[in-house]
Antibody
Framework: QVQLVESGGGLVKPGGSQRLSCAAS????????MSWIRQAPGKGLEWISYISKSGSTKYYGDSVKGRFTISRDNAQKSLHLEMSSLRAEDTAVYYC????????????WGQGALVTVSS | SYVLTQPPSVSVAPGQTATITCGGN??????VHWYQQKPGQAPVLVINYDRDRPSGIPERFSGVNSGNTATLTITRVEAGDEADYSCQVWDSSSDHPGVFGGGTKLTVL
């Protein structure tokens, strides 16, 4: 069955950096469009980044553009999110999610990784 | 940027029908997807492309999309349906195309 497992969450100081990873299994990773979606405590879902199957096309939400970088390694079946210049408002559970179609639904989600930005 | 508007909360008695709306400008021109999220869990896709149910989702869940409003309907509501429900679209005209509604807390009385 499809499985997405995030890792790399933790406590980071304001202004610091963190790298999240998402390991995929149970499907052909290179056939999936991938996204990062986050959820601040007590808040709704916020889409933050998207990458095409080949990795050639990337999109970012306004709140993270210029600070976060999405990437993927199809050989390793992994998705990454490099986060820098972190702020308190970046504190959230970060989910990776897969889509079989460009611009389609987020069909499968990981369990999430908590990133806490605090001094 | 495109905005999706959901009511913060909806309450319904067991066995009754719950209706959750998602408003957006000419939303019928976009595909709407719905997610269920229970406390402490990751979201689960319950309706995609306006009205399709992924494998394993009960027939009690259905969706429609018309005009400026998409609607998720849950018939014969059960206690286990209590959760947050969020709608989502892809705004292909934007350079930040992923859009979620604010979410609706469904309470089963």
């Amino acid at each position: 069955q499809v499985q997405l497992v995030e890792s790399g969450g933790g406590l980071v100081k304001p202004g610091g950096s963190q790298r999240l990873s998402c390991a995929a299994s149970g499907f052909t990773f290179s056939d999936q469009y991938m996204s990062w979606i986050r959820q601040a405590p007590g808040k709704g879902l916020e889409w933050i980044s998207y990458i095409s199957k080949s990795g050639s096309t990337k999109y970012y939400g306004d709140s993270v553009k210029g600070r976060f970088t999405i990437s993927r390694d199809n050989a390793q079946k992994s998705l990454h999110l490099e986060m820098s210049s972190l702020r308190a408002e970046d504190t959230a559970v970060y989910y990776c999610a897969s889509s079989t179609k460009w611009g389609g639904s987020f069909d499968h989600w990981g369990q999430g990784a908590l990133v806490t930005v605090s001094s | 940027s495109y905005v999706l508007t959901q009511p913060p909360s909806v309450s319904v008695a067991p066995g009754q029908t719950a209706t959750i709306t998602c408003g957006g400008n000419n939303i019928e021109g976009k595909s709407v997807h719905w997610y269920q999220q229970k406390p402490g869990q990751a979201p689960v896709l319950v309706i995609n492309y306006d009205r399709d149910r992924p494998s394993g989702i009960p027939e009690r869940f259905s969706g429609v999309n018309s005009g400026n409003t998409a609607t998720l309907t849950i018939t014969r509501v059960e206690a286990g349906d209590e959760a947050d429900y969020s709608c989502q679209v892809w705004d292909s005209s934007s350079d930040h195309p992923g859009v979620f509604g604010g979410g609706t807390k469904l309470t089963v009385l």
